[in-house]
């Protein structure tokens, strides 16, 4: 199967699940639009007109006419959530990209680290920036993720979507421990994070990290600093309501 049909991404600055479908989007080289909801004021129509189930980013919109926001896709383009069903997607439409590897052990290597990202990692990201949970589980985490790693490249080698599907979470992380206020933990603990990262311990996370970001692929699509914002809003709303996400609410932190 080729690409033919247009391609429109519902996507969010806050949010790393949209953020992996245009990395891979970025990789193939793919033409594509970009309809940008802020989930911090998320309005009404997108709900109701586009995502009814639930609301949320990513949403791939494959086929139809160009989209304006507040438009509902048309009746003949398929509509598809879910991040790594969407990577699989893009996989399958533009083969000639290999977003995922040839070999069957690489890809179910693949499947098996985007689904290890999708639990062990986003959890404990949450627990860490949100729950109060110690550094300590995240670094642990971290090392598990490095374990896996090859001595050299990508998760599984060459670039895939494996590498799409923790990027995102990745450059959060740091980004969170080294802006202080952005977690929901002290200065004390974000410099500690900071400072284990780039200890020896994470040399080959270090590393990459660094192949990560000198991708063109992130480094078009990753801008620190308005992520930066966007994180610093959903704390405030946290630290005022509770809210982590739309399924996701704890009572008010104490200060
Ligand atoms: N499992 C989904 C998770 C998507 C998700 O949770 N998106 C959140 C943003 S991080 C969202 O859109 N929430 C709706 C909202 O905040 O209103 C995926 O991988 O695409």
């Known amino acids: 199967m080729s690409e033919t049909k247009r391609i429109t991404l519902y996507s969010a600055i806050d949010s790393p699940f949209p953020h992996r479908v245009r990395l891979a ?3 193939a080289g793919a033409t594509y639009d970009i309809i940008w909801i802020d989930l911090m004021n998320k309005e009404e129509w997108y709900e109701k007109k586009v995502n009814p189930a639930g609301g949320k980013v990513p949403l791939l919109v494959y086929g139809g006419p160009k989209l304006h926001p507040d438009e509902a896709p048309s009746a003949d383009a398929v509509k598809i959530p879910e991040s790594t069903v969407i990577l699989e997607f893009l996989a399958d439409i533009f083969p000639d990209a290999h977003l995922l590897p040839d070999d069957p052990v690489l890809r179910a290597r693949v ?7 999708d639990t062990k990692l986003i959890k404990a990201l949450l627990g860490f920036v949100f729950l109060g949970e110690p550094l300590e589980s995240i670094l642990a985490v971290l090392e598990e993720f490095q374990a896996m790693l090859p001595p050299t490249g990508f998760a599984v080698g060459e670039w895939s979507i494996a590498d799409a599907a923790i990027a995102p979470i990745l450059f959060r992380l740091r980004m969170l421990m080294k802006t202080p206020g952005l977690g929901n933990f002290g200065p004390e603990v974000a410099r500690e994070g900071m400072e284990a990262l780039q200890s020896p311990m994470f040399a080959r ?47 008010i932190p104490s200060v």
């Open 25 to 27: 989007l970025e990789e």
């Open 111 to 117: 499947r098996l680290w985007n689904v290890a990202v």
């Open 205 to 251: 996370l270090q590393q990459y990290y660094d192949d990560l970001e000198a991708r063109p692929s992130m480094m078009k699509t990753w801008n620190e600093e308005e992520v930066a914002a966007t994180a610093a809003r959903r704390m405030d709303r946290f630290r005022k309501t509770g809210i982590m996400n739309s399924e996701m609410r704890v009572p």
